[in-house]
Structure formats: C-alpha cells, structure tokens
C-alpha cells in the first residue's frame, strides 16, 4: 500500500510502501532521482533496486531484486 509521498525537489521524490518488503513484510522506503531508484527497509536493513515500468492502463508496476543488507 502506497501511504504517503514527499517531493524533495524538482527531481527527487520519496514514498513509503507498507508490507512490501519481501524479507520481513515491512514498509519499504523508496527513493527515486536521477542517480536512480533505490528502496530501503528500516525493520530488516535489507537494501533493495526497485524496477519501475509504465504500463498504459495499468499506471506503474514497481519490481523489486535485493542488492544487500545495511
Ligand atoms: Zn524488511
């Protein structure tokens, strides 16, 4: 579940996604800017790249593939 949205600047944005973590089912925090895309779960510390794609009727589809522990 997307809970909330925060627009750092003009490139930059962070969410949350509640139960996404695919490790323990913590809420990930996602950060997207030109560097690019990377998700970070506070309860297990697990660091992971989330592939975004658009879909024309379906809106986004976020993947995820763990890259490392904190
Ligand atoms: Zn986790």
Do not use: K, W, Y
């Not at 925090?29 to 779960?41: H, I, K, W, Y």
Request: hydrophobic share 40%; net charge positive; with cysteine.
């Amino acid at each position: 579940m997307l809970n909330d949205v925060r627009v750092i600047n003009e490139t930059t944005a962070e969410l949350q996604l509640t139960g996404a973590c695919l490790v323990c089912e913590g809420t990930l925090e996602l950060r997207f800017s030109p560097d690019g895309a990377r998700a970070f779960c506070a309860t297990c510390h697990t660091i992971v790249t989330p592939r975004v794609r658009r879909h024309p009727h379906r809106g986004l589809a976020i993947e995820f593939r763990a890259v490392g522990l904190a």
